[in-house]
């Protein structure tokens, strides 16, 4: 007879990240960079913006906050040495809107494209890289096996992924492990957890952003920061 192996405990199983209860958020497989948001931090898996997977922010319009929610977290990795780096955003950041929010510039790095498929190539290589804390990316039209591959570029990173995509693709598969719809509501933002790995929440979640220090406006080509232009 072959050796017997023990079986694990109950306990054991359900402590693995790759088996959730139904009625419980699911245990993060990799650390996680909190919000700064303690109401949100409670209604995401690992209590934060996840690491090693995409994160989808659907903002109902440009400029509601889709930068400023992400505010604290880019502060965090910047003030630790993390790189930030920004494909394709539709504005120049100003700098010193990112500054008074914490950010430090000598961190922040912008990638122009000349189209959607190398903001895709330039958005794999930074996060495949492994020297980004933080990728962000504006990758307009994009297919499933697209962003299948980014996907699968961000596993194992532990890098804060993040894609900025209109509201309507919400209704078209995804493989990211969070997808935000964010919404104007009662003077703040409503934060609809689209999608979740673990239990649905019906309910946005409300939060109040800190003064639009036109991180998330258009900006002055003045603004010094790094432009880096990329082609695939």
Do not use: N
């Not at 307009?140 to 570029?153: I, N």
């Not at 969070?178 to 019906?202: I, M, P, Q, Y």
Request: glycine share 8%; net charge positive.
């Amino acid at each position: 007879m072959g050796q017997l192996h023990p079986v694990p405990s109950l306990a054991v199983l359900l402590a693995r990240p790759d088996i959730r209860r139904g009625g419980a958020l699911a245990q993060a497989a990799s650390p996680s960079v909190p919000t700064g948001f303690p109401q949100l931090d409670a209604e995401l898996p690992g209590g934060g913006w996840p690491t090693g997977s995409l994160t989808e922010l659907l903002p109902q319009h440009e400029g509601i906050g889709e930068l400023r929610i992400l505010g604290p977290a880019l502060a965090a990795l910047s003030r630790a040495g993390k790189r930030l780096a920004w494909i394709a955003p539709p504005y120049l950041p100003y700098a010193p809107a990112l500054r008074a929010a914490g950010i430090a510039l000598e961190q922040l790095l912008i990638v122009k494209t000349r189209s959607p498929l190398d903001t895709l190539w330039a958005a794999e290589q930074a996060l495949a890289s492994g020297a980004c804390g933080a990728v962000l990316a504006w990758p307009g039209k994009t297919t499933y096996a697209e962003l299948r591959r980014l996907q699968l570029a961000a596993a194992g990173t532990a890098a804060l992924a993040v894609l900025f995509r209109p509201p309507p693709v919400a209704a078209a598969p995804s493989p990211a492990a969070l997808r935000l719809v964010l919404a104007t509501a009662a003077g703040g933002l409503a934060v609809h957890l689209f999608k979740r790995r673990g239990v649905e929440l019906a309910q946005a979640v409300m939060i109040d952003l800190p003064p639009p220090h036109a991180v998330d406006r258009a900006l002055p080509a003045a603004a010094r920061v790094r432009s880096v232009p990329v082609a695939s």
